[in-house]
């Protein structure tokens, strides 16, 4: 069994059966065109903005340098700095899935890697080591993305390594993944959770 993803029908139900693993995923097809198209134009013009222009956590801010590649990695580990004890692998995985969740309705800002890059790992099994506590914004996004960028090892399994851009850290690390993901498993164990398990789960990107 598994759970199509395409960034408007996931369920509840659906989501913690991809974080405990009892199911794989599949992209839509149709929701990673639409978002190469939508971010292939925002991307454009981000780029041709920094080429011109300061612009905050893509070359100025936060961190930022001149040179290519850098600034990214910089800005996902000026906010990667957790504390306490790791979420464990099912959440961990529930906030992989909502994030891939997320970009697929086209609205983050991530580039089409940034969704299959995350989809085969998940598939995979690797699991990466997120913390929920830091001094400033949560951790766990800017982890993903280290992850990602082969910064940081995965907890378990190992999962692929893509090319990052400049412009990538801040869509990726602006994400509501953790409290939509722990929200969503803690509707699953409450008995008294009284909103709908089959309606799809809405998050801003």
């Known amino acids: 069994m598994r759970v199509r993803l395409d960034g408007h029908t996931l369920t509840i139900p659906d989501l913690a059966s991809i974080a405990t693993g009892a199911t794989g995923i599949t992209l839509s097809a149709a929701a990673l065109a639409f978002t190469v198209a939508v971010v292939g134009e925002r991307h454009a013009a981000l780029r041709e903005a920094r080429a011109r222009w300061a612009v905050h ?9 001149d040179h290519p590649g850098g600034h990214a990695v910089r800005l996902s580990r000026s906010h990667c700095a957790g504390v306490e004890a790791e979420e464990d692998d099912v959440t961990a995985r529930a906030v992989m899935a909502v994030r891939l ?18 989809a085969i790992a998940v598939d995979e099994g690797a699991v990466p080591g997120l913390h929920r506590w830091a001094a400033a914004a949560p951790p766990p996004h800017a982890e993903l993305f280290l992850r990602r960028a082969g910064a940081r090892p995965s907890r378990h399994g190992h999962g692929p390594v893509t090319v990052i851009d400049a412009t990538d850290a801040r869509p990726m690390i602006s994400s509501s993944a953790l409290t939509v993901a722990t929200s969503a498993l803690a509707s699953r164990r409450s008995p008294a959770a009284s ?7 809405r998050s801003h990107s």
Do not use: C, M
């Open 195 to 201: 909103w709908p398990q089959r309606s799809s789960l």
């Open 57 to 65: 956590g893509a070359n100025t801010g936060v961190g930022a340098a």
């Open 101 to 118: 969740h997320q970009i697929l309705t086209g609205g983050s800002g991530d580039s089409r890697r940034a969704a299959e890059t995350p």
